[in-house]
């Protein structure tokens, strides 16, 4: 059984900063592509960063220049620095990752529970 666990939400003021964590465990053979996700209320679930298993990384064009993802292969977790944060950043943040675990059978896609941002003065 694999999990994806978030941890490093919270409350924030404008124009500071939160680093969000996601520890993947349980039977992994590999993990490809890892990315954060966020769903405002009663927004759609977007795609705010992503970065391969070769360290290639891709950013909603919202976040450019703000945010910072990275991971480290060998803990098999997944970072995302943000800073300059905004009130519009304000949303339930996801990890997802596409793991296989095992070498027979194919890859799929893995979810964390969510964590709360809130950008508020």
């Known amino acids: 059984q694999v999990q994806l666990v978030e941890s490093g939400g919270g409350l924030v003021q404008p124009g500071g900063s939160l680093t969000l964590s996601c520890a993947a465990s349980?039977?992994?053979?590999?993990?490809?592509?890892m990315g954060w996700y966020r769903q405002a209320p009663g927004k759609q679930r977007e795609l705010v960063a992503a970065i391969t298993s070769g360290l290639t990384t891709n950013y909603a064009d919202s976040v450019k220049g703000r945010f910072t993802i990275s991971r480290d292969n060998a803990k098999k977790m997944v970072y995302l620095q943000m800073n300059s944060l905004k009130p519009e950043d304000t949303a339930v943040y996801y990890c997802n990752a596409d793991i296989k675990f095992s070498l027979s059978f194919p890859s799929r896609t893995y979810w964390g529970q969510g964590t709360q941002v809130t950008v508020s003065s």
């Open positions: 349980g039977v992994i053979f590999s993990i490809n592509a």
